[in-house]
């Protein structure tokens, strides 16, 4: 019972069920590409992940570090490389080091089986629900389309630069989040818990990828149209790379040397979205931190229907998924009460604080 109580502590606080969901999902990679006959690529063409995402950790490290270097210097300690290694010792130990490198791995991994998962979706699952999902936001919009209703009340200018600029903010988001995660947060529960959930996003939101293929109003000839007054923004810019990607990989799926990467529903940018506000409220995050991150969802969901992204359902299915998985990982991390999320805060996060807090050079 003890080794039993053991084992789950260490897959709770080092990203365990977030490495259980990577290896699930590279697993379904290689069987799917191995039964549909399609290869299985690295990602990211220009800069690799494997690459990036280390690159982004360390440069929250430098962060983290260099601050404190230049504050202790010009506040009496003499000699950098001295100074350093003090700093180092403090923040770095061998043990948040391998905590560190370890949630690196398992997001890559969940994150380059997610993108091999999408690009599979035209030639695993061929039927389309565009279709059946344009209808039920008309019916939800009391016969109304949800785009042309934002390009009305927005209008078709500033607007469109506007939402553009929101939806390539959301792109580094969430890297530089799981960076935060893992750098600058000294609670093990609560980073687990957090790489954990957008884990389950990245292997759940492929799973429905699958089940329900589906390319999002900008790509369907019924609502092409209504975007083409938008002015030439990133947004347009990313959306014709998305479909020539597309265009390429259905036409040579070997030949192409990229993967595809158009799926609707459900709103990862919706649902992602969700999963870092509501995981904000639960380990109460500082009041600016948690309004900030609910104005920008509201303003991430905006833009993925104005600018044509997603269906309405898209967004409904985004905020169901990101609220479940928030609960699932609670529940995986061992942060909860009963079925309620709930931090841990453990014994020793106590005493590295208090600790922190009576040490000289914890400034």
């Known amino acids: ?16 069920y977030a490495w259980a969901a990577g290896i699930t999902m590279a697993v379904a990679t290689v069987v799917l ?34 601050p404190r270097l230049i504050w202790r210097l010009t506040h009496g300690s003499h000699g950098v490389g001295n100074t350093l290694r003090d700093i180092m010792r403090e923040r770095w130990t061998r043990a948040h080091w391998l905590f560190a490198l370890g949630g690196i791995g398992a997001w890559y991994l969940t994150y380059a089986a997610f993108r ?25 919009w009391f016969g109304h389309d949800p785009a042309q209703v934002l390009h009305n009340l927005f209008g078709t200018g500033w607007a469109a630069h506007f939402f553009s600029g929101v939806y390539f903010v ?26 954990t959930a957008v884990a389950f996003d990245w292997m759940l939101g492929s799973l429905v990828y699958l089940l329900f293929p589906s390319m ?13 007054d938008l002015p030439h923004t990133y947004n347009t810019d990313l959306a014709n790379s998305l479909w020539d990607d ?19 529903f ?4 919706t649902g992602i979205m969700v999963t870092i506000c509501v995981f904000a409220q639960y380990v109460g995050l500082a009041r600016w931190i948690r309004v900030a991150s609910w104005i920008f969802l509201g303003l991430t969901i905006v833009a993925t229907l104005y600018l044509g992204w997603h269906y309405f359902v898209d967004v409904l299915g985004g905020i169901a998924l990101g609220s479940f998985t928030v609960w699932l990982a609670a529940l995986a991390t061992g942060n ?28």
Request: charged share 20%; net charge neutral; hydrophobic share 45%.
């Open 336 to 363: 909860h009460v009963g079925l309620r999320p709930k931090l841990k805060r453990e014994e020793t996060e106590i005493t590295d604080s208090a600790a922190a807090s009576t040490a000289p050079s914890a400034s």
């Open 246 to 264: 597309r265009v390429s990989v259905v036409g040579d799926v070997f030949g192409s040397g990229t993967l595809q990467t158009i799926a609707a």
């Open 1 to 16: 019972m003890q080794e039993s109580r053991g084992v789950r502590t260490v897959l709770e606080r080092n990203f365990g």
């Open 216 to 228: 999002g109003p900008i790509y369907t000839e019924a609502q092409r149209g209504q975007f083409s």
């Open 170 to 195: 959301w792109i580094g988001l969430v890297p530089i989040s799981i960076a935060i995660a893992l750098v600058w947060t000294r609670s093990r529960t609560a980073s687990s818990w957090y790489v």
């Open 266 to 269: 459900p709103s990862l940018h």
């Open 116 to 140: 091999n998962l999408k690009s599979f979706v035209p030639f695993v699952n061929s039927h389309n629900w565009d279709g059946e999902f344009r209808h039920i936001d008309q019916v939800l």
């Open 33 to 66: 590409a191995a039964v549909a006959e399609l290869p299985i690529r690295d990602p990211d063409n220009f800069v690799p992940g494997y690459i990036r995402f280390p690159a982004i950790v360390f440069g929250a490290i430098a962060l983290d570090v260099v």
